[in-house]
Structure formats: C-alpha cells, structure tokens
C-alpha cells in the first residue's frame, strides 16, 4: 500500500481526502500535543496555509493502515474533526497539527495521545488563513488552547509593524508558548485550569481595555460560550463591521463536534438577527 492516496468520493469534496502518515508525536506542552504527518501530496499545500483549517478522519483504535483505507473509499466515514494546520512545510511534504490533550472521551483528543510514527490519518483540507487583512491599525487577538495553533499562525504571518494584543488562556502555566509575534503586539496569558467550566476572563479583558483608535482587526476563537460574549460585545456594543470580526466557536462544553456545529450554526443565527436589530434600531 503506498503511504499517500487520493480517494475517490461518491459525493467529491472539492479534493478528495489524502491519507496521512504521522512522523512524529510529542507533547509540546503539559495539555497540547504536536503531530506531525506526512505524504507526499503535502508538497501542494502552500507554506502560507499554516492557520488554514482542515478535517481530519480518525481510524478506529487498532485499525490497520489498509482496512482504514478501504474505509476512506467505500465508507461508512470515519469519525472526522476540525483541525488548524499550525506548520505547512512543503519542502518536505509535512504539516503539523497541535492537539489539545483533554482526555480520552473526544476520539481526537484521545487518538492524538497515542499516535506514533506509522499511524494514519485521513485529511481534507487545507481551508484559507482565517486572519487576512494586514493592514489594520490594531489588533485583537484572543484564544483558548483549541486556538491557539490559529492565533500564532495568525500573529507569526502579521507585518512586523503591526500593533495590537493578543489575550492567550491556557490551562497550565507550563503551557505558555513562544510565539513570534510583532514586537507591537502585547502578549498576555491567563490560566484557567478547568475548561469545563466557563471562564468569563477574556471577557472581562477584553471589556476593560482603553479602546484604540482607528480600525481595528479581530480574530476571536475558542470555547463556543465565550467567544459568542465576545462577538456580540465586539459587533453590537463596540460597532465593529462584520468583515473585521472573526469570530468562531470551536468546541463547547459538553458536547462532541457534530452536536456542536449544530447548536453553533443555530446560535450564529440568532446571534446575526439581534445584531440586525440592534444595526436597524440605531440607524
Ligand atoms: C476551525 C477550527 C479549528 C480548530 N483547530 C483546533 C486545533 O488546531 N487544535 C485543537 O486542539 N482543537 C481545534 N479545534 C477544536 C476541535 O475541533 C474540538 O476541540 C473537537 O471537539 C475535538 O474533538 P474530540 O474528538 O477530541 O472531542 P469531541 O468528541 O468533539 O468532544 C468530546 C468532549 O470533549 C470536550 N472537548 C472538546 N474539545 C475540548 C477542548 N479543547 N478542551 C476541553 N474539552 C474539550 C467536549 O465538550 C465534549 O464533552 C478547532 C475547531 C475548529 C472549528
């Protein structure tokens, strides 16, 4: 079997998925861990995607690198997720993926905790950078442990003259991260050790900060409770225009991805409505 296929699909995505072979796991800090996959395709993926989404597609504990294959072909899909590729290195045909470990009931968290060099992964993706626009007069940076890999993919790709903050909350001291920020951008880390209660502290943040002049860039994601707080203080109480906001849930409490996406996909809506409404009242 070669280490790297393009599956066809009954229904193609735009790119069918590519099956991935990890090279290399480690924990990167105490609550995250670095995955590292490989297939040829990769030399495709443009180096400036770091920050781009993808899905992945996990093979069952103890499923053969063949077996899972078939599977990518004929089906039933595997359990899929949505990831953020934090390096693309074209070159030598890698990215990584930085997972956070938060135990064994999510099957992604769990099969991240025991990959090692050799095992696979099915892939589509990858999807654009989420923070384009790099000539804001600030920006406003803020992320859980599930965003991090986007926020410093994001503020490593800033102009160098860029100013602004980015607001990190992470679950353990020890998982503080050096990222190659602009020197204008200021860094803050929060520890919340318990992510399964929600921390209103970006919030808090967030609402307390002298608000700079000019326009303003965001890109705000993580926990899906918070980061709805945080569109709707940055779109109706600040005005911000919708294009300058990123704003995404990416996991929620007590819920598996697919139930997330719903409950997120209906909030979001109800979520623009009200800002419609607050837009049309204040006209
Ligand atoms: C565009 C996008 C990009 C993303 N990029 C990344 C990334 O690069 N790295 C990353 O780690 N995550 C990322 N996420 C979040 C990731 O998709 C979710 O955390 C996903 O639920 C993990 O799947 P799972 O199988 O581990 O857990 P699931 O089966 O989905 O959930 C099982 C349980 O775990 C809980 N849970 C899920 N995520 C977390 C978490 N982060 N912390 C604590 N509890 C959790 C759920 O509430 C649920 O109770 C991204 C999400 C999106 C939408």
């Not at 599956?7 to 995505?13: D, M, R, S």
């Not at 735009?14 to 990890?22: G, Y």
């Amino acid at each position: 079997m070669p280490n790297d296929q393009s599956i066809p699909n009954p229904t193609p995505p735009r790119r069918p998925p590519r099956l991935l072979t990890v090279s290399a796991a480690r924990r990167l800090t105490p609550n995250m861990i670095r995955v590292t996959l490989t297939a040829p395709s990769l030399g495709d993926i443009p180096a400036d995607r770091a920050g781009g989404h993808c899905k992945i597609m996990l093979p069952e504990p103890g499923q053969g690198r063949d077996t899972f294959a078939r599977q990518l072909i004929d089906g039933p899909r595997p359990v899929t997720r949505t990831y953020t590729i934090r390096h693309a290195r074209p070159d030598a045909c890698e990215i990584d993926i930085d997972f956070v470990a938060h135990g064994d009931e999510g099957p992604a968290s769990a099969w991240a905790g025991r990959a090692q060099p050799g095992d696979v992964l099915g892939f589509a993706g990858p999807g654009a950078p989420k923070l384009t626009d790099l000539e804001a007069d600030f920006y406003l940076i803020a992320a859980d442990m599930s965003a991090l890999p986007v926020a410093a993919a994001s503020l490593e790709a800033l102009p160098c003259g860029a100013t602004g903050i980015a607001i990190f909350e992470i679950t353990s001291a020890e998982d503080r991260q050096e990222i190659a920020a602009p020197a204008g951008i200021s860094q803050h880390w929060i520890i919340h050790a318990d992510p399964h209660h929600r921390s209103l502290r970006q919030v808090e943040m967030i609402r307390a900060m002298p608000w700079p002049a000019g326009r303003m860039a965001t890109m705000v994601a993580g926990e899906t409770g918070v980061v709805r707080d945080l569109r709707l203080y940055l779109r109706g109480e600040r005005g911000l225009d919708r294009r300058d906001v990123y704003a995404s849930g990416y996991w929620r409490i007590g819920l598996a991805e697919d139930a997330h996406q719903k409950v997120k996909r209906e909030e979001a809506e109800a979520d623009e409505a009200r800002l419609a409404r607050i837009d049309g009242g204040s006209g």
